[in-house]
Each structure stands twice: as structure tokens, then as C-alpha cells.
């Protein structure tokens, strides 16, 4: 059974940094997809942020370019969100997400949220 475990949400003020961690048992994914989506409260779940395949290939939502890195672990089972310059609007349940296929989202995280004060 596949399960994904985040780590590293916080309240932290504007400007600051936090750093997300994902862990995923029971399988890897350095062929699939791995992301990073949020929640704001009133708001849809949005994409943040995802690496894909054995090559790597990023992708991130306008709003966090400049500021927000992924990354993936060697043995395709973690993956990582880098948050730097950190603004209110940021604020939200982060979400870990896998797949097997590049396409299809098939394993969730429980959520972290991250609070950023202004």
C-alpha cells in the first residue's frame, strides 16, 4: 500500500522560508509524476508545482517561478518543495501527490499548512 507523508509546513512571516518534505512507502516514482498542490480556504485545489519522469522536467504555476523550487530524491521516492520570499497569498493546505504515469495523479498526501503572516 502506497502512502505519501508530508513534513515541514509552519507558520512563518512574509518573506521567510519554509522547505516541504514528501515521502512516499511502498513504491517509487522516478518515472511518473510527483507534485505539489494547495488549498486556500473558499478556494479549488490548485497545482503548484511537479517534476516528471526520469528526466526531471519542472513545471510551476506563474504565481511561484523565481520562488519555489522542486526537487526530486535519487531513488524517486521523495520529493521536496522549496519555499522561498514567502507572501500571504501563499497561505493554504500543501498537498503531496504521485503517479505511475506522467499524466494521472493516483496517490495523495494528508496535507501541511503552511500560515504566512504578514
Known amino acids: 500500500q502506497v502512502q505519501l507523508v508530508e513534513s515541514g509546513g509552519g507558520l512563518v512571516q512574509a518573506g521567510g522560508s519554509l522547505r516541504l518534505s514528501c515521502a512516499a512507502s511502498?513504491?517509487?516514482?522516478?518515472?511518473?509524476?510527483m507534485g505539489w498542490f494547495r488549498q486556500a480556504p473558499g478556494k479549488e485545489r490548485e497545482i503548484v508545482a511537479r517534476?516528471?519522469?526520469?528526466?526531471?522536467?519542472?513545471f510551476y504555476r506563474d504565481s511561484v517561478k523565481g520562488r519555489f523550487t522542486i526537487s526530486r530524491g535519487n531513488a524517486g521516492n521523495t520529493v521536496y518543495l522549496q519555499m522561498n520570499s514567502l507572501k500571504p497569498e501563499d497561505t493554504a493546505v500543501y498537498y503531496c501527490?504521485?503517479?505511475?504515469?506522467?499524466?494521472?495523479?493516483?496517490?495523495w498526501g494528508q496535507g501541511t499548512q503552511v500560515t504566512v503572516s504578514s
Open positions: 517534476i516528471v519522469g526520469s528526466a526531471g522536467v519542472t
Open positions: 501527490a504521485a503517479g505511475s504515469l506522467i499524466y494521472k495523479y493516483d496517490y
Open positions: 511502498g513504491r517509487a516514482f522516478s518515472s511518473g509524476v
